[in-house]
Every structure is written in C-alpha cells, then in structure tokens.
C-alpha cells in the first residue's frame, strides 16, 4: 500500500474524504400561522412582506428547488432575519437545525443533504441534491437563496476545505478553514501543536513503520493506544489491553490498510486512566467562550463494554467537570490552541470539540484529541438546553465578536440515548421499518427525537438507513428525570431492528437498568 506524507493541503482534495450522505427522501417543512413571506434576493437577509395567506408549507423534492417564497414564523417584528444553511446529514445536524430554527433571529433554516426526520419535523428545508463537496454549488445555493449564514455540521467537508470556498466567497460560515480543520484531520498535527506551545497530551510517538511501531510498543507495555493519524469515521482508535492486540491494530492500519489513507501513519499514545469528558468552546479566531459541560458514552455495550462506537448517549451537565476544571481546561488547553492556531497562521473559526481524560491519579484534565465540530450525540443535548439566540452567537464568531459575548442556558439537565440498528458497529441491515416516533415524543414533556440516518420508504415511513439511527433526547429538572423520560420515550418506540444501551448516565446516577426490546 503505498501511503503519501500528511499536509494540510492533501486535505483539500475531496475525492480522498468519503461521503457518508446522500438520503432519497421527501422534504417538506409546515410553519405555524401568524406567518410572513420573503422572496430571497437581498444576500444574507430577508426582507419580510404581509402574506395573506396564514400557514404556509414550503416543499423541496430530490430534484426542485426549493419554493421561491419561504414562510419564517414571527411576531409581527420587521426586523430582518438571517436565512441559514446547515450542512450535512445526522443527528447533530438535526439538532442545529432544531436550535437555530428557535432562535429569535433566525428566518428560515435550510439543510443539506438532511434527512427523513429533519424534514417531517419542519425544523428546516431539506436540500438533498445539493453536494455539499462542491464549494461553488454551495456559494450559488447561498447566493440565490440569501443565506446570511452557513454552519457546517460534519468534519469531512471542512477538511475537504468547504468553508474556505464560502469565506472567500464572502458568506459568514462557521466552521474552520481545511488548514485549521487539520486540528482534526491529522493527529499527528494536533499532537506537534500540543508540543509547541505546552499543551498537556499523553505521552506519543509517530509511525509509519509497523515493525518500528511493534518494537515501540514492545518496549512501552500495554496497555496502550493505537490510533490512526486521519479521519475514521471515528472508528480508527483501539485501547489495546494486551500486546497481541496492540500488534493487530498496527497491522490493521499500516499493513492492510483497513483505513485507506487514514490509517497510513499512527499514532502510539500512552494509555491514560481516569474519566473521559466532552468539552466544547466556541471560538473566533482569537477569543473563546466555553459551552456548558457534556460527557457522552462511546461503547457499545452496557458498563462500557465492547467496541468503540460514535457514541451511545450523552448527558448535560457533567457533574464531574466542576467549574473549577472548566477554567483549567480553558486556561491550560484551549485558550494555548487557539492562540498557536493563530501564531501558526490558520485562525480557528468554529467549534473546538477537546476529547478530555480526566486523570485518576493527579484529577487534572489532559487533552485526548480534538474534533472541529459538535460531538454527536453531545450536540444533542447541548442543543436542547441552549436558550440564547444561536444566530446571533454564531455570526458574532464568524465576525470575531465573541468577546464578552455570554450564554443562557435551561436549568436542570438534559440526557439522549442513542438508538443504533442491530449489529453497529459492525455490519448491520439498512431499510428496517420504525413505527411510534410521534407518539413516542408525546410520552412525557420535554422530549424531542432527533433524527441521525433515516429515509423514507416507498410508502413514505420511516425507515434505518445508518448505524445511530436516533438520538431520543429529554430534558428533565435533574437528571434522574431526564434519564427516565428518555427512556420512556425509547420503550415507547416500535423499532425490532434496533437496540440501545440500558445505562446512559451511569457515572453521574444511581443504576437503575431498563429493558431491552427485543
């Protein structure tokens, strides 16, 4: 297998990031009456005029475009509001769109490519023919339509370097550029950065050499962690607790290329012991504000057993990240990243996602690694409790603003549960039937589902098309009380192709175990 060196301008070349959208679906969104239309032609804003005609209903299928008058809910304010575009596909999108479309500010919410859920819900106009890897099919989408706003979900198209066609196009996009996106896209990169300017990381070296790799390994012990140096799907990450295994990731990535390109090099990292936490900071360059705290699970199975996975659930506040460890994290990790990003002539612009090991030992935070969007399925729940206009804080960022900017969050807490299709993270059976979700929303209050990878079938129900399929997300005044409506609204779900774990929330809760359907 022949393997290239990582740049930072390799990342610019789509055609060596995979695509994981694409969905087939019927796209609608229903907006409530006391409603206003706009016609799309003053860029990044819009112009609002009395319509007679009360609730309005915008429909864009596969192959049409979207209605040239958009209805936007409102209060009577002529105040223009901000036309977003979401990009991309999942459960954190959905959640994007679910925020941004409650902000005071915003006028419409397009999304693309969406999915199945995010446009029964109305929570937005689902783009789906739109390539979200072609940055001047995006710039001309944003131009006919006013999008004043463009904020980019997933890690593939900002590595792919789509926010640097936008930004130079001159559309307001929050996300980082493809050479900040590298914080991401290489661990190698990120893990240099945390040298240069004394950032706390696990002790690492570099390879792409497997028998190096396997004597390096030898000499250091298990357990220990193999990772691949670019994106995986974030699949490319084994906690080996034996040699044998340790040996068989290296040859996973740098031998038969599980990976593709990347797994062509790897990192080796000591393993570190502890609690692992999800902490996000919005950033605009030079200045950041931290979100509320979030933990998530990442294996698959019940008492954090089995294979890593993109996440199994979540839940805000973290208890164990106390507000004294938020000022570290902010003062020794992420203000460090974002001035040497800046030092380093690649200004970060977006969210800054620190995977976080809180050590047993010392209790002091280090930095496992970085990711350059929202988590999922921390968005999530972060989405849910988020009271401030997100319009308004996002744009702020994109104009280097953030300064003095504070957030309002819900009191209480909120927890999600992952539903996945049997088999994940394995191999698994795509088109199976999901029946209930409406009335599963309507179990308890404050539940939304948020919709990860699912379509529509011929009969226009909804059917798994991914692996996390749904993120059942609850808010409750505690956390005791968001769990239990989470997973009354999970039981509620007729889903016989699906599982999930019965112990989201076990670190920060008493056990309490719920059964398993099917």
């Known amino acids: ?69 958009v209805a936007i809910k409102t209060n009577n304010n002529p105040q223009e509001k901000v036309v977003v575009l979401v990009i991309g596909g999942g459960g954190r999108e959905h959640a994007l769109c679910y925020a941004l479309q409650r902000s005071p500010s915003c006028g419409a919410v397009f999304c693309a490519p969406g999915n199945a859920g995010i446009s029964s819900s109305g929570n937005a106009t689902c ?22 706003l463009v904020v980019v979900g997933p890690e593939a198209p900002l590595v792919a370097g789509l926010a640097n066609d936008l ?59 193999i990772k691949a140096d670019g994106l995986a799907a974030g699949k490319g990450v084994t906690v080996a607790m034996t040699l044998e295994e340790a040996s068989e990731a290296v040859d996973s990535m740098l031998v038969k290329g599980d990976f593709g390109s990347a797994g062509c090099r790897v990192i080796i990292e000591e393993f570190l012991e502890g609690e692992e936490v999800s902490f996000f900071a919005l950033v605009d360059g030079e200045n950041a504000i931290p979100l509320e705290s979030a933990q998530d699970h990442k294996r698959v199975g019940d008492g954090d057993t089995g294979p890593n996975t993109g996440g199994m659930g979540a839940y805000s506040p973290a208890p164990i990240l106390t507000k004294e460890l938020q000022s570290i994290v902010m003062d020794s990790i992420i203000f460090p990243t974002v001035k040497g990003m800046s030092a380093e ?27 350059v969007r929202f988590g999922d399925p921390e968005c999530q729940v972060l989405m849910v409790r988020l009271e401030s206009d997100l319009v308004q804080v996002l744009l702020a960022a994109c104009r280097g603003e953030l300064s003095g900017v504070s957030l309002t969050w819900s009191p209480g807490s909120a927890m999600v549960v992952v539903m996945a299709s049997k ?88 056990q309490k175990q719920f059964s398993t359907k099917g």
């Open 127 to 148: 783009i789906s023919d739109l390539d979200v890897y072609d940055g001047a099919a995006v710039v001309s989408f944003c131009r006919k339509w006013g999008v004043g």
């Open 167 to 225: 930004i130079k196009a001159g559309i307001p996009t929050f996300g980082p550029s493809a050479e900040a996106a590298a914080l991401e896209g290489s661990k190698n990169f990120m893990k240099h950065l945390c040298d240069k300017y004394d950032i706390p990381t696990a002790k690492y070296k570099t390879f792409t050499d497997p028998s190096a790799a396997k004597q390096y390994i030898q000499e250091q012990g298990a357990p220990i962690v």
């Open 1 to 69: 297998m022949y393997c290239a060196t990582f740049n930072i301008g390799a990342c610019l070349n789509p055609d060596r990031v995979s695509k994981p959208f694409g969905f087939t679906h019927h796209n609608s969104c229903s907006l409530s009456s006391n409603s206003l239309s706009f016609t799309a032609h003053s860029f990044g804003r819009v112009k609002h005029s009395n319509s007679p005609h009360g609730a309005l209903k915008c429909v864009a299928s596969q192959n049409s475009e979207p209605s040239a008058s």
């Open 345 to 371: 002539g690649c200004k970060f612009v977006g969210v800054l996602f620190a995977g976080l090991m809180i050590e047993k030992n010392s209790g002091m935070p280090k930095l496992i690694e970085y990711n």
């Open 423 to 510: 088999g994940y993270p394995g191999s698994y059976e795509k088109g199976t039937l999901i029946k209930n979700l409406e009335e599963a929303e309507l179990v308890a209050p404050g539940i939304k589902i948020f919709h990860a990878g699912t379509a529509f079938d011929s009969e226009g129900r909804f059917i798994a098309t991914g692996g996390r399929v749904l993120g059942v997300t609850a808010k409750g005044n505690d956390l005791e009380e968001a769990r239990d409506r989470a997973y009354r609204a999970v039981e509620d779900i007729d889903w016989p192709g699906g599982f999930y774990r019965r112990d989201i929330g076990w670190r920060a809760l008493p």
